[in-house]
Nanobody, 120 residues
Framework: QVQLEESGGGLVQAGGSLRLSCAAS????????VGWFRQPPGKAREFVAV????????YSADSVKGRFSISRDNAKNTVYLQMNSLQPEDTAVYYC?????????????WGKGTQVTVSS
């Protein structure tokens, strides 16, 4: 069973950048696809991006394409979400999640989330 912990959230002005990290422990990290999801205030959780076990396959939501990029370093048991050109609508709690296969709606293991707030 893998445990996940997000970091890197914070307050940033519109147009700024943040890099989120998702550190994994307790399992063989390279056995898992990892995704990022977010939950804006008062809204349902939504898919942001996902990366395959080896990092060769990536998908992202239309709303973040060209602005956000997902990557992973299996040697460091870490997945990253680089977020550029942030907008107020990107404000949300961001969660990383892991599963044996790429998923777009739900995954088996979840972190506790990190808050990202974008001011206008």
């Amino acid at each position: 069973q893998v445990q996940l912990e997000e970091s890197g959230g914070g307050l940033v002005q519109a147009g700024g950048s943040l890099r989120l990290s998702c550190a994994a422990s307790g399992g063989t990290f390279s056995n898992y696809a990892v995704g990022w999801f977010r939950q804006p205030p008062g809204k349902a959780r939504e898919f942001v991006a996902v990366i395959s076990k080896g990092g060769g396959i990536k998908y992202s939501a239309d709303s973040v394409k060209g602005r956000f990029s997902i990557s992973r370093d299996n040697a460091k048991n870490t997945v990253y979400l680089q977020m550029n050109s942030l907008q107020p609508e990107d404000t949300a709690v961001y969660y990383c999640a892991a599963d044996a296969a790429i998923q777009f709606h739900d995954m088996e293991y979840w972190g506790k989330g990190t808050q990202v707030t974008v001011s206008s």
